[in-house]
């Protein structure tokens, strides 16, 4: 094959052993406390949750019922029919999306987590299912069953406390 340069060798990465060996475990310590989701950056998300929701945003009903937020941070509008929310691994497809549910590139949405269980596009949408205070795992599914973005092994959740990722404009 090809030879490569020495040069070209020693300089393919720009964190030095200290540095790598640094992110590396920053990177494990997110996945195994349940901060770090499956589908990092790509398409649609789950990008905050609200488990115990006491003096937080309010439904329609006014409720303070908790809530889900997705975040697409894919280039085009992401169609969400199909797609499932669920607090069950067991269950991928629990709470599913209604036909007509889109997502805008950058945008975000709430889905309350009320167990009142509203599937109608266009009005505010909520789960067949609430969120325990010390759930296990939180996941969403696209049309075909696959897991898209995932929360697992949570630890308790605190009154008023949302969780998520870090989405930075930059």
Request: net charge negative; no cysteine.
């Amino acid at each position: 094959g090809p030879s490569i340069p020495n040069s070209q060798m020693q300089h393919q990465s720009s964190f030095n052993p200290k540095e790598r060996k640094l992110a590396s475990f920053l990177a494990m310590t997110l996945l195994s406390a349940g901060l770090l989701s499956e589908g990092f950056s790509q398409g649609v998300q789950i990008n905050e949750f609200l488990a115990l929701n006491n003096d937080g945003i309010q439904d329609s009903d006014g409720d303070p019922s908790d809530w889900i937020e997705l975040f697409n941070a894919g280039a085009t509008a992401a169609n969400l029919a199909g797609y499932s929310l669920t607090d069950d691994v067991a269950e991928p497809g629990k709470w599913k999306f209604p036909e007509g549910t889109t997502l805008g590139a950058g945008g975000y949405l709430v889905v309350f987590a009320s167990g009142k269980d509203r599937v109608v596009a266009g009005e505010e949408l909520h789960t067949n299912f609430r969120l325990g205070t010390s759930e296990a795992y939180l996941g969403l599914f696209d049309a075909a069953g696959a897991s898209v973005s995932a929360f697992k092994d949570l630890s308790e959740q605190r009154e008023d406390v949302s969780y998520g990722l870090g989405v930075s404009d930059a």
